[in-house]
């Protein structure tokens, strides 16, 4: 499995950004698929998750002003981020899981400035 990840960037507080993580390959459709955020010095930490069978998980930062969904064949996650906050800046890490194991994207960079 591949990840490809799309949709970082710099965005004043208040503003918005989408991200997109395909997977491809042997991609299965029952799997979790989700977005972790990461700063300096620190672990990565959860901000959403989504599966067919439990549907959207959020960290409580991100409840109300992230959505996360996926296509209907389950190999691509989005992230919509509304309501950017400068604690939202971080580098996100797209994480695919079956159960074949768990896969990182490359990580993009989001930036808000306030």
């Known amino acids: 499995v591949q990840l490809v990840e799309s949709g970082g960037g710099s965005v004043q507080a208040g503003g918005s950004l989408r991200l997109s993580c395909a997977a491809s390959g042997s991609a299965l459709s029952v799997n979790v698929m989700g977005w972790y955020r990461q700063t300096p010095g620190n672990e990565r930490e959860l901000v959403a998750t989504h599966s067919r069978a439990d549907g959207a998980n959020y960290a409580d930062s991100a409840k109300g002003r992230f959505t996360i969904s996926k296509n209907k064949l389950q190999t691509t996650v989005y992230l919509q981020m509304n309501n950017l906050k400068s604690e939202d800046t971080g580098v996100y890490y797209c994480?695919?899981?079956?159960?074949?194991?768990?896969?990182w994207g490359q990580g993009t960079q989001v930036a808000v400035s306030s």
């Open positions: 994480v695919y899981r079956d159960r074949s194991g768990q896969i």
